[in-house]
């Protein structure tokens, strides 16, 4: 099955400052790839998503790129403000609407 | 957008009693729901699959006759705790796909406490 990799766990930058969360999959079939934002006690919200047919999606102060070849993602956030202070999931979407999340990572941006 | 609504955001019960969290997509149909569970500071752990009039897919090691699912309509999928025990305490969500909604729509989860 689909195994999905995140790193780092944690992330603190500075206000202002980029964060970037990376992903590896193992599942070549995989073929759209999610971001989620979780807040404390809330349900995941998607964020931006990519597939495997896009290099590289960009929204705002979101991006996401995509290496199929090396099977990996990630996640970037530029200019980052304390609410993007939450933890990040990343996910893998392969058939049969079969999805894996990554472990996640807590982002703090402190002002 | 879709979206996903899910009731209660927060229970307590006791042991031995049930309880009942409902999800509802409210613009979409939601073809097939999902439900997960979450522990403290981990990912989301899927516990299963269900799919609109018929029986629901159960992740391994999860017990189907404890986490009751009824997918009745193409809007609402419910999950019954059954004879809650205080290791059930957990975060609940659930989310849905359906229509144009390509990825998964998530609810915003229900925090079980059993006492």
């Known amino acids: 099955g689909e195994n999905v990799e995140q790193h780092p766990s944690t992330l603190s930058v500075q206000e202002g400052d980029s964060a970037v969360i990376k992903c590896t999959y193992s599942?070549?079939?995989?073929?759209?790839f999610p971001w989620y934002k979780q807040e404390l006690g809330k349900g995941p919200q998607l964020i931006i998503d990519?597939?495997?047919?896009?290099g590289e999606k960009k929204d705002q102060r979101i991006a996401v790129t995509l290496n199929k070849t090396a099977k990996h993602f990630s996640l970037h956030i530029t200019e980052t403000q304390p609410e993007d202070s939450a933890v990040y999931f990343c996910?893998?979407?392969?058939?049969?609407?079969?999805?894996?999340f990554g472990t996640g990572t807590k982002l703090q941006v402190i002002p | 957008g879709a979206v996903v609504s899910q009731h209660p955001s927060r229970v307590i019960c006791k042991s031995g009693t049930s309880v009942k969290i409902e999800c509802r997509s409210l613009?979409?149909?939601?073809?097939?729901m999902f439900w997960y569970r979450q522990f403290p500071k981990k990912s989301l752990m899927l516990m299963a699959t269900?799919?609109?009039?018929?029986?629901?897919?159960?992740e391994q090691g999860v017990e189907k006759d404890k986490f009751l699912i009824n997918h009745a309509s193409l809007t609402l999928s419910t999950l019954t705790v059954t004879s809650a025990h205080p290791e059930d305490s957990s975060f609940y969500i659930c989310?849905?796909?359906?229509?144009?909604?390509?990825?998964?729509?998530f609810g915003s989860g229900t925090r079980l406490t059993v006492v």
């Open positions: 989310s849905a796909s359906g229509g144009d909604n390509y990825g998964y729509t």
């Open positions: 599942d070549s079939a995989s073929n759209y």
């Open positions: 990519i597939r495997s047919n896009v």
């Open positions: 996910a893998a979407y392969g058939g049969y609407q079969k999805v894996t």
């Open positions: 613009d979409f149909q939601a073809t097939t």
């Open positions: 269900s799919n609109e009039g018929s029986k629901a897919t159960y």
